[in-house]
C-alpha cells in the first residue's frame, strides 16, 4: 500500500551532496541551539513547581518563585520556546529539502531567531515579575506578542514562497502541514495577542480563550508533530510512507474537525448548548485523523522493526505515536459529559496535557533533533549508549507521569462526586504528586544526559579536522 505518487524523503536522502548545500546550516543551528537551551530550562521549571505541591514552602516566600508566577513559564516555556524554536529550526532543514530550493531571506531568517528568542527570554522573565495577561499560552507581555506574531508571520512567507518556487510539482505532505500549521497559527495568533485580551469579555473570552488554545494544540502543535514525523520517519527507517491517501484524509479531517473542539473543557458552563455539543460531537470525530496518521505511522514501520533498536529518532517517534493514541483516546473521551464529571478540574486534565504536549509533540521534535543535528556535523551521534538512556528515561518519565495522573485525576473526581471535603481529597492525593515529582526528574535527566550527547557531538566534530591535521 506504498506511495508510488510522490517523491518520499527517503528517496531524497540518497542525494545529500546536493540538497545539503540548499540548507542554511548555521541558521538550523542557531535554531536548536536555542531550543537545546530551553529544552533544559522550561521542563526543569516544571518539575520545580511540582514539587510545590508537597513541600509548599521550600521555595521560600519570595512571590517571583510562586506557583501563580512560574507555571505559566513553564507552560510557554514548553510550547513557545522548547517545541517551537526546535520545530522552527528543523523546518529549515526540512523545507529546502522537499522543495529543492533555498529559503528566502536567510539574513532576516537568522536576525528572526535571535529576535524571537530574546523576546522569550524577555517574556519568561516578565511573568515571573508579574507582567502577565492572565490568558493561558497568551500570557506574555503585548510586547513579546508583538514580536513572537511578527516572526511567525515572516517565517510563513518565507516557507510560502520556497513552496511556490519548489522544483518538485507535487507536496509531500510534510509540507501540507507545515504551510497550514503555520497559516493557521499566524491567524490563530491574532485571536489570542490582540483581540481576546482587550475586546472580549465575561462567558464569551473564556469561550474565545478555549477556542485559542486548542488552536496552539490543534492547529499548530499537531500539524507541526506531523510535519516531523513524516518527514523524518520514512527518511529515518529508510522506506516510503505507507498510504497517501491515508494522509489525505488525516489532513482534512483535521483540518474540518479541530476547529470546533475548544469548548470541550468547557462543559456544565454558561455557554451555549449547542456550542458545547458541537465541541463534544468534533472531539469524537477526532478518531478519524488519529488513526488515520497513526496507521500511516506504524505501517511505514513494516519491514523495518528489524533495526529499530539501533535508530534512536525512529523509537522517539514512535514511542511519541505511542504517546498521543494514549493521549488523544483521554481527549475524546474526556469529551463527553459522563467522562467530564469525574476529571474535570482534576490532573486527569494535566495527565493528557503531558501525554500530547510532551509526551509526543516534543519527544517527535527530539526525534528530529537527534536525526539533523549529527547530519549537521557531519559525523555520527558521539554516544548510542548514551542516547539510549536518554531514551528509556524519558520514555519512563513520561509513561510514569501520564499512569499517575490519571489514577490521581479519576480517584479525586469521584471523592468529589462522593461528597468528600476539598481538603481531605488532597491529603488523599499527595503521594501521586511526589511520584510525579519522581517522573519529571527522570524526563529532565533524559533531556540532560541527551543535550550532553549533542554538545559532544559538536566538540568531537569540530575536533576531528584538528586530529587529522595534526596526523598529516
Request: net charge neutral.
Amino acid at each position: 500500500m506504498a506511495s508510488t505518487t510522490m517523491r518520499e524523503p527517503a528517496g531524497a536522502e540518497s542525494f545529500p551532496e546536493n540538497l545539503d548545500t540548499l540548507v542554511d546550516h548555521a541558521l538550523v543551528k542557531t535554531w536548536l541551539y536555542w531550543g537545546m537551551f530551553w529544552m533544559m530550562l522550561a521542563p526543569s521549571i516544571g518539575v520545580t513547581i511540582s514539587s510545590l505541591f508537597n513541600y509548599p514552602d521550600y521555595l521560600g516566600t519570595a512571590v517571583e518563585l510562586t506557583f501563580g508566577r512560574l507555571r505559566p513559564i513553564h507552560v510557554n516555556g514548553v510550547i513557545f520556546a522548547t517545541f517551537t524554536t526546535l520545530f522552527v529550526g528543523l523546518c529549515h532543514y526540512i523545507v529546502p529539502r522537499l522543495c529543492g530550493v533555498r529559503v528566502p531571506g536567510a539574513a532576516a531568517g537568522h536576525a528572526l531567531a535571535w529576535l524571537y528568542n530574546l523576546a522569550i527570554a524577555v517574556g519568561m522573565v516578565s511573568m515571573a515579575l508579574g507582567w502577565n495577561q492572565g490568558l493561558e499560552a497568551a500570557e506574555f507581555p503585548l510586547l513579546v506578542d508583538v514580536v513572537v506574531f511578527i516572526t511567525i508571520a515572516v517565517t510563513t512567507g518565507q516557507f510560502i514562497l520556497a513552496a511556490a518556487r519548489r522544483l518538485e510539482p507535487q507536496l509531500y505532505v510534510s509540507m501540507w502541514y507545515l504551510l497550514a500549521a503555520f497559516v493557521w497559527t499566524t491567524l490563530n495568533f491574532i485571536l489570542g495577542f490582540f483581540v481576546i485580551p482587550y475586546t472580549i469579555h465575561g462567558i464569551n473570552s473564556a469561550a474565545f480563550h478555549g477556542l485559542y488554545l486548542h488552536y496552539v494544540v490543534g492547529l499548530w502543535l499537531t500539524p507541526a508533530g506531523y510535519v516531523l514525523i513524516y518527514y523524518f520517519l520514512p527518511a529515518s527507517v529508510q522506506n516510503p510512507i505507507y498510504s497517501h491517501k491515508l494522509s489525505l484524509i488525516g489532513f482534512w479531517s483535521l483540518a474540518l474537525f479541530y476547529p470546533f473542539v475548544g469548548i470541550h473543557h468547557y462543559l456544565y458552563s454558561p455557554i451555549a448548548d449547542w456550542a458545547e455539543t458541537l465541541a463534544i460531537i468534533t472531539s469524537m470525530l477526532l478518531i478519524i485523523p488519529v488513526w488515520t496518521v497513526l496507521q500511516n505511522f506504524f505501517g511505514t514501520m513494516i519491514g523495518r522493526w528489524q533495526n529499530f533498536g539501533y535508530n534512536l529518532p525512529a523509537k522517539f517517534l514512535i514511542m511519541g505515536s505511542l504517546m498521543y493514541l494514549a493521549g488523544c483516546f483521554q481527549g475524546s473521551t474526556e469529551a463527553l459529559r459522563s467522562i467530564q464529571q469525574p476529571t474535570h478540574f482534576t490532573d486527569f486534565v494535566i495527565s493528557h496535557s503531558h501525554l500530547t504536549v510532551f509526551g509526543t509533540f516534543v519527544v517527535w521534535a527530539i526525534a528530529g533533533l537527534i536525526y539533523v543535528f549529527p547530519r549537521l556535523y557531519g559525523t555520527e551521534l558521539w554516544s548510542f549508549k548514551l542516547g539510549n538512556w536518554s531514551f528509556w528515561l524519558i520514555t519512563f518519565g513520561i509513561t510514569l507521569m501520564g499512569l499517575t495522573l490519571t489514577a490521581q485525576g479519576l480517584q479525586q473526581g469521584f471523592m468529589w462526586m462522593a461528597g468528600t471535603e476539598w481538603l481531605d481529597s488532597i491529603n488523599a492525593i499527595r503521594a501521586y504528586w511526589l511520584v510525579r515529582t519522581f517522573s519529571g526528574i527522570a524526563m529532565d535527566t533524559g533531556m540532560t544526559l541527551l543535550v550532553y550527547n549533542l554538545l559532544r557531538t559538536a566538540l568531537a566534530a569540530h575536533a576531528a579536522p584538528a586530529t587529522r591535521s595534526a596526523t598529516a
